[in-house]
């Protein structure tokens, strides 16, 4: 629904606005608006953004949704954006179909629209995606449980703790990526649960919080308690699901993977919480975009994707410290130099 942009603008004050660097001559402002501002991963993106902005004098403002889902407010941020003048929106999406209209209203009034983490869709609605390769994290993890397993991958009970029911990309990407790595025909690689592999116990939504991941994984191990695999979409996901394995005495039978990086997720694998973990690196996406839109504000020079991909590459590591065969990883002191949070 539509929203004048006073509206828009009362609304998107409501959700906190921080100024990070003064004002400049040239006068260049960009905006941050991400998912939540509460989970580690967003926080050290903004931070990222922060750093780079007072460094380059770019007047940042940030806005954050009040959960992961909460599209509306993330509209009613892209419409402030419009209405102040800004030059570039970074933005991780929690719908990435249903907010592409607003996202084509601010390119359309001559902003230049980076996705970050999570691929719009389709993925040139944005100008750009600053991203881990979220399909290879997925694989990733996959490929590390099957080889962790061995032969006992083919008879796996596999509970799969997604992020909401819209099925973001970042969600179907490492769903998929994981199913692909692990051996499971995903049917269609763009959707989530229209799988027939009988190792797959059933999917739940978390919305990328630990609270979230409990309540999946209690829901999982009721349908099947024999669940021994578990996939979760980022770490404080898979923190959940072990407080709710730990719970009914089965966080030693279970095997959970996850994508993230951050540093209590490292922790987590070093402690065994975690098997496996994909890194990521929300910093340098962050920073990169704020790079990005300070070029194209003085040159109208737009960010190229990485060759052969259709977005900007920022990088993925697997860390774990229980290295399987075939799968190239890191192990958690080397993952710990580069976490965040």
């Given at each position: 629904m539509k929203k004048s942009?006073?509206?828009?603008?009362?609304?998107?004050?409501a959700l906190g606005v921080v100024f990070a660097a003064p004002v400049q001559a040239a006068d260049v402002s960009a905006c941050l608006i991400t998912k939540t501002d509460t989970n580690p991963f967003f926080v050290k993106m903004k931070e990222g953004a922060t750093a780079k902005a007072a460094e380059l004098g770019v007047t940042l403002k940030a806005y954050a949704g009040k959960v992961d889902g909460d599209s509306e407010s993330q509209v009613a941020a892209i419409e402030t954006c419009i209405a102040d003048g800004a030059k570039g929106i970074l933005l991780t999406a929690s719908d990435t179909k249903g907010i592409v209209p607003a996202v084509q209203k601010a390119r359309d009034a001559g902003l230049l629209v980076i996705a970050l983490d999570t691929p719009l869709e389709p993925i040139d609605s944005a100008d750009m995606t600053f991203a881990t390769d979220n399909l290879l994290a997925g694989e990733l993890i996959g490929?590390?449980?099957?080889?962790?397993?061995?032969?006992?991958?083919?008879?796996?009970?596999?509970?799969?703790?997604?992020?909401?029911?819209?099925?973001?990309?970042?969600?179907?990407?490492?769903?998929?990526?994981?199913?692909?790595?692990?051996?499971?025909?995903?049917?269609?690689?763009?959707?989530?649960?229209?799988?027939?592999?009988?190792?797959?116990?059933?999917h739940d939504v978390t919305n990328g919080n630990e609270e979230g991941g409990r309540t999946a994984m209690e829901n999982l191990l009721q349908k099947d308690p024999s669940?021994?695999?578990?996939?979760?979409?980022?770490?404080?996901?898979?923190?959940?699901?072990?407080?709710?394995?730990?719970?009914?005495?089965?966080?030693?039978?279970?095997l959970i993977v996850s994508v993230d990086g951050g540093c209590p997720g490292v922790k987590n694998v070093a402690e065994g919480v975690i098997g496996a973990t994909s890194q990521q690196y929300p910093l340098l996406m962050?920073?990169?975009?704020?790079?990005?839109?300070?070029?194209?504000?003085d040159t109208g020079e737009k960010p190229a994707a990485s060759e052969g991909k259709n977005f900007f590459d920022t990088g993925v590591a697997l860390v774990t410290d229980k290295p399987a065969a075939g799968v190239e990883s890191i192990d958690t002191k080397a993952g710990t130099d580069k976490c965040w949070g």
């Amino acid at each position: 629904m539509k929203k004048s942009l006073i509206t828009a603008a009362l609304s998107a004050l409501a959700l906190g606005v921080v100024f990070a660097a003064p004002v400049q001559a040239a006068d260049v402002s960009a905006c941050l608006i991400t998912k939540t501002d509460t989970n580690p991963f967003f926080v050290k993106m903004k931070e990222g953004a922060t750093a780079k902005a007072a460094e380059l004098g770019v007047t940042l403002k940030a806005y954050a949704g009040k959960v992961d889902g909460d599209s509306e407010s993330q509209v009613a941020a892209i419409e402030t954006c419009i209405a102040d003048g800004a030059k570039g929106i970074l933005l991780t999406a929690s719908d990435t179909k249903g907010i592409v209209p607003a996202v084509q209203k601010a390119r359309d009034a001559g902003l230049l629209v980076i996705a970050l983490d999570t691929p719009l869709e389709p993925i040139d609605s944005a100008d750009m995606t600053f991203a881990t390769d979220n399909l290879l994290a997925g694989e990733l993890i996959g490929k590390w449980a099957a080889a962790t397993l061995g032969d006992a991958a083919k008879d796996a009970k596999i509970a799969f703790l997604n992020l909401t029911p819209s099925q973001p990309s970042v969600d179907v990407l490492r769903n998929q990526g994981f199913m692909k790595g692990f051996g499971i025909d995903t049917v269609d690689i763009n959707k989530i649960g229209d799988e027939t592999d009988p190792r797959i116990v059933g999917h739940d939504v978390t919305n990328g919080n630990e609270e979230g991941g409990r309540t999946a994984m209690e829901n999982l191990l009721q349908k099947d308690p024999s669940v021994n695999v578990v996939h979760t979409i980022n770490e404080p996901a898979a923190a959940g699901a072990y407080e709710a394995l730990k719970a009914v005495g089965k966080e030693g039978d279970v095997l959970i993977v996850s994508v993230d990086g951050g540093c209590p997720g490292v922790k987590n694998v070093a402690e065994g919480v975690i098997g496996a973990t994909s890194q990521q690196y929300p910093l340098l996406m962050a920073s990169l975009g704020i790079e990005a839109i300070k070029k194209f504000a003085d040159t109208g020079e737009k960010p190229a994707a990485s060759e052969g991909k259709n977005f900007f590459d920022t990088g993925v590591a697997l860390v774990t410290d229980k290295p399987a065969a075939g799968v190239e990883s890191i192990d958690t002191k080397a993952g710990t130099d580069k976490c965040w949070g």
